[in-house]
């Protein structure tokens, strides 16, 4: 197998806002939030196919084209969400939850103790439970308030990578929240902090084509020549519309 295709677990979604009048939707949700905790048991096959019934129920059918040839994980990635077609969103809902019936016959969707720490332990500090388990979630849904608070209390895990080998800093240039990634740089987080694919909080702001978390990245001094595992630097998985920030002068 290419080397570059042998981890998949950055794959899992966050759970979304559901009516609970949805019974689906409900089921969903809890089998959305149950693979956060379970993803590093799971094969990058399972965890494709996941991926693509996730975007297909929230987003319909494939709506990005498709990446360049030298991004292999994110070609995988589309054409997991882009062989679905125009499955309907019920379906792939469906067909979400029967996938983690099929890889846990044991999940329990009245079980509402269920382990979902996706931000729990690093390799090197795998005794060391990070404190708060939703960080992850207030800085995906942009709540300032909840992450200052976790900043406030956190002094020993600023630059650890979770289980799915990313930190903190990684999820807000992602996301593209200017207001946390700044918080999170005068905390002291590390701007040129590398997952566990060696890429950097700008190659996740770049290719996501965030042009104001890439600007004040390079304010902060971010280095653009840093490269990944595949040796590609934030410049080549850049947008367009950044990549004019990112060449050298």
């Given at each position: ?10 794959l899992v979604e966050l759970g979304i806002d559901i009516d609970e009048s949805d019974v689906l939707g409900n089921k969903f949700n809890k089998c959305v939030k149950y693979i956060q905790g379970i993803a590093g048991t799971l094969n990058n096959e399972v965890l494709l196919k996941l991926y693509g019934f996730y975007k297909q129920s929230i987003e ?190």
């Amino acid at each position: 197998m290419d080397p570059r295709l042998d981890d998949y677990s950055d794959l899992v979604e966050l759970g979304i806002d559901i009516d609970e009048s949805d019974v689906l939707g409900n089921k969903f949700n809890k089998c959305v939030k149950y693979i956060q905790g379970i993803a590093g048991t799971l094969n990058n096959e399972v965890l494709l196919k996941l991926y693509g019934f996730y975007k297909q129920s929230i987003e319909g059918p494939c709506n990005i084209p498709k990446p360049s040839w030298y991004d292999m994980k994110g070609k995988s990635k589309w054409e997991a969400w882009n062989n679905l077609g125009d499955m309907s969103s019920d379906d792939a809902k469906n067909k979400y939850i029967q996938t983690v019936l099929d890889v846990s016959p044991s999940f329990n969707f009245e079980d509402t103790q269920m382990k979902t720490d996706s931000w729990v332990k690093v390799s090197s500090l795998a005794h060391e439970p990070v404190s708060n388990t939703d960080i992850c979630d207030f800085i995906q849904s942009g709540d300032e308030k909840k992450v200052k608070e976790y900043l406030a209390g956190d002094t020993n895990h600023k630059n650890a990578l979770d289980d799915q080998g990313m930190g903190l800093i990684h999820y807000a240039s992602d996301i593209g929240n200017l207001n946390i990634l700044k918080m999170l740089v005068e905390d002291g987080y590390d701007f040129n902090l590398q997952d566990k694919d060696k890429q950097t909080p700008l190659h996740y702001a770049a290719s996501c084509g965030h042009e104001d978390c890439v600007k004040f990245l390079l304010s902060c001094g971010a280095l653009i020549d840093i490269v990944d595992v595949d040796g590609c630097k934030a410049v080549d998985v850049a947008c367009d519309s950044v990549k004019r920030l990112l060449k050298p002068t």
